[in-house]
């Protein structure tokens, strides 16, 4: 049977259909269904026909008497009788939904059962080490794992708003600021083409000095075998388009001379400290 949304006008039309109506019993078993996966609870209801309304109101009361309902029109008097009324089966499923309700935030607040095994145990470690390194504070042992990733997450949205930086260009989705950009990434497409063939000329030439002994000349063709593939995979192409460009933030941009000394800081090593090697061959 096909429920529809439970919102409030499907409660008044079902409590006036009262429970003779095989929608009103089959809303009142799918509610306890769901309360009884999350509470222990012995009593059980089934939907029925209007036939049934009578074994169905039994089994009912049975189970009010499990959750200790409050009230007094539902837990007392004729048992066939009790919702005889629109309102008591108004009152009926109001009591369900919120014990429902109520189920399903104690089990949010439930510590983890040791059946989740150590899956469950790695996954909150890691939780525990994101949080320290966003500086937030310890979670409680109870907190459900999907809380603590709502929370990662607000926090990684709210870090990201503070600490990137402005874009590049004001460029605007125009057409003359297309076309600006559009020009801006040809020339650097043109760069970087020039500067990448001059690499790898620069690579093949380097290759080449290595071929002037006897053992290298024998070694000639494994050392080709060695950096064809190298070469096959190198592309002058550049992949930099216009989404790239239209995404480049200041703080990205890192213009500084290879020679300076801040570079050159993190890049010295023993080796440069070597003026004039001697050329193989003499030359």
Same mark, same amino acid.
């Not at 499923?93 to 989740?116: N, V």
């Not at 990733?149 to 004001?170: C, P, Y």
């Given at each position: 049977?096909?429920?529809g ?9 079902l409590? /006036?259909?009262?429970v003779?109506?095989? /929608?009103f019993?089959?809303l009142?078993? =799918?509610?306890?269904?769901?309360l009884? &996966?999350?509470?222990?609870l012995?009593e059980d209801?089934?939907? !029925? ?5 009578e !074994?169905?109101q039994?089994? +009912?009361s ?7 309902c409050?009230?007094?029109?539902l837990? %007392?008097?004729?048992? %066939?009788?009790r ?8 009152q009926?499923?109001y009591f369900?939904?919120?014990?429902? #309700?109520a189920?399903? +935030?104690?089990?949010?607040k439930?510590?983890?059962?040791? =059946? #989740? ?8 470690r890691?939780?525990r +080490?994101?949080n ?8 409680a042992?109870?907190c459900?794992?999907? #809380?603590l ?5 607000s926090?990684?949205?709210?870090q $990201? ?6 874009? =590049? ?8 600021g ?5 020009g ?5 497409c043109?760069e ?5 063939? $001059? $690499?790898i000329?620069?690579?093949s030439?380097?290759?080449q000095s290595?071929?002037w002994?006897?053992?290298?000349? &024998?070694?000639g ?12 995979a190198?592309s002058v192409?550049?992949?930099v !388009?216009?989404?790239?460009?239209l ?10 001379s !290879?020679?300076?000394?801040r ?5 010295s ?7 004039a ?6 030359r």
């Amino acid at each position: 049977v096909s429920l529809g949304p439970l919102s409030e006008e499907n409660f008044l039309r079902l409590a /006036e259909a009262g429970v003779q109506s095989p /929608e009103f019993t089959a809303l009142c078993a =799918q509610l306890v269904a769901e309360l009884r &996966a999350l509470c222990p609870l012995e009593e059980d209801v089934s939907p !029925t026909s209007p036939e049934d309304a009578e !074994t169905f109101q039994i089994e +009912l009361s049975g189970l009010l008497q499990e959750l200790h309902c409050p009230y007094a029109a539902l837990t %007392t008097g004729d048992v %066939t009788a009790r919702l005889g009324s629109a309102h008591s089966c108004l009152q009926l499923l109001y009591f369900l939904s919120s014990e429902l #309700q109520a189920a399903r +935030l104690l089990s949010r607040k439930r510590p983890p059962s040791p =059946q #989740q095994g150590a899956g469950a145990d790695a996954a909150r470690r890691e939780l525990r +080490l994101i949080n320290q390194a966003l500086h937030q504070p310890e979670p409680a042992p109870t907190c459900p794992i999907p #809380q603590l990733l709502e929370d990662i997450k607000s926090k990684v949205r709210s870090q $990201m708003r503070r600490l990137l930086g402005e874009l =590049q260009g004001a460029w605007g989705l125009s057409r003359l600021g297309g076309e600006a950009l559009e020009g801006i990434r040809q020339a650097l497409c043109a760069e970087y083409e020039c500067r990448k063939r $001059m $690499m790898i000329t620069r690579f093949s030439v380097t290759l080449q000095s290595f071929h002037w002994s006897e053992r290298a000349k &024998a070694q000639g063709a494994a050392l080709l075998a060695a950096v064809s593939s190298l070469r096959q995979a190198e592309s002058v192409a550049s992949g930099v !388009t216009l989404a790239r460009l239209l995404a480049a933030r200041e703080d990205a941009s890192r213009i500084v001379s !290879t020679s300076s000394g801040r570079c050159r800081h993190r890049t010295s090593c023993a080796i440069n400290k070597v003026r004039a090697a001697p050329r193989p061959g003499g030359r």
